[in-house]
């Protein structure tokens, strides 16, 4: 018997006493926003979103397949105006980290940036888009913001498909950023508890978060993304964790669907606010 089997018990014990973890996922598998994952919603903001929307399904060539898989997809414009963008509401998630809004999450997607690069707005905490993202790409191929830092130049590629994910733990200050897996950039600091990167929740009416936009107009700041799957946890997941799950899959990121009892599990093992 391995040394692992024989802790399991252990493992499992703490497992099942950590705060449970709330997990949604979005697929596109079906050709319009439901939710693959969890009690959560996807919908549009602002009138000209839905019609900017194409379903779609990776050809091998243009579009390449994702690990020699056929994979489906929503492809999103440079959206044209602030009003526009993708909404999550994250249903079965309250407030956590000590704060009112939730503290600690993971939000992963696997994108294909197609074309020449360009700045690339990928999350708004701010739900009516009133102000700057709280989490780009930028035109050098860099994940991450200016308040917290970004990653290497080039470590993000056009016209290749990658596994993004921002890590989030405000409660600490701690805020990760990976590619494929691969953990990217660390910013560590400061409590940032309920501040601009926090999240609403399930306390909060209307929804949660906000994809593909942001408010600043002194220059452009979208960019035209194909997204064969975006997931959320309100857990901050760690190093080990996120490189276990690897990079972009065709079938999706979180495969099989974990329970919360796994991501209690992967803990164990060691597996960003402006308000309305």
Do not use: C
Not at 26 to 53: E, I, K, Q, R, Y
Not at 230 to 251: E, K, N, R, Y
């Amino acid at each position: 018997m391995t040394s692992t089997l024989r802790t399991l018990p252990l493992l499992l014990a703490a497992a099942t006493s950590a705060q449970a973890a709330t997990v949604y996922e979005w697929t596109f598998d079906s050709g319009d926003l439901s939710t693959a994952t969890g009690n959560g919603v996807m919908s549009t903001a602002g009138a000209g979103t839905p019609g900017s929307l194409a379903y779609a399904t990776t050809d091998g060539g243009t579009v390449p397949h994702i690990g020699g898989t056929a994979a489906s997809y929503l492809s999103v414009p440079a959206l044209p105006t602030g009003a526009n963008g993708l909404l999550l509401t994250f249903n079965d998630s309250g407030p956590n980290g000590g704060g009112n809004y939730i503290n600690q999450y993971t939000l992963l997607m696997d994108v294909f940036s197609p074309g020449a690069a360009g700045w690339q707005a990928l999350m708004n905490t701010d739900t009516s888009n009133g102000n700057d993202a709280d989490w780009y790409i930028s035109s050098t191929g860099q994940s991450g913001i200016g308040a917290f830092g970004y990653s290497a130049a080039n470590s993000f590629t056009q016209n290749s498909w990658h596994r993004i994910a921002v890590s989030a733990d405000l409660t600490v200050g701690t805020v990760k950023y990976y590619i494929d897996g691969n953990l990217a950039f660390t910013r560590t600091g400061s409590s940032q508890t309920d501040g601009r990167f926090a999240v609403f929740s399930n306390a909060n009416a209307g929804a949660d978060l906000l994809l593909f936009n942001e408010g600043d107009t002194s220059g452009t700041y979208t960019h035209a993304l194909y997204v064969n799957s975006v997931a959320f946890t309100d857990q901050a997941l760690s190093q080990s964790a996120i490189q276990s799950l690897g990079g972009p899959s065709a079938a999706g990121i979180l495969v099989p669907e974990p329970s919360t009892s796994l991501l209690g599990l992967l803990g164990a093992l060691g597996l960003l606010r402006r308000r309305r």
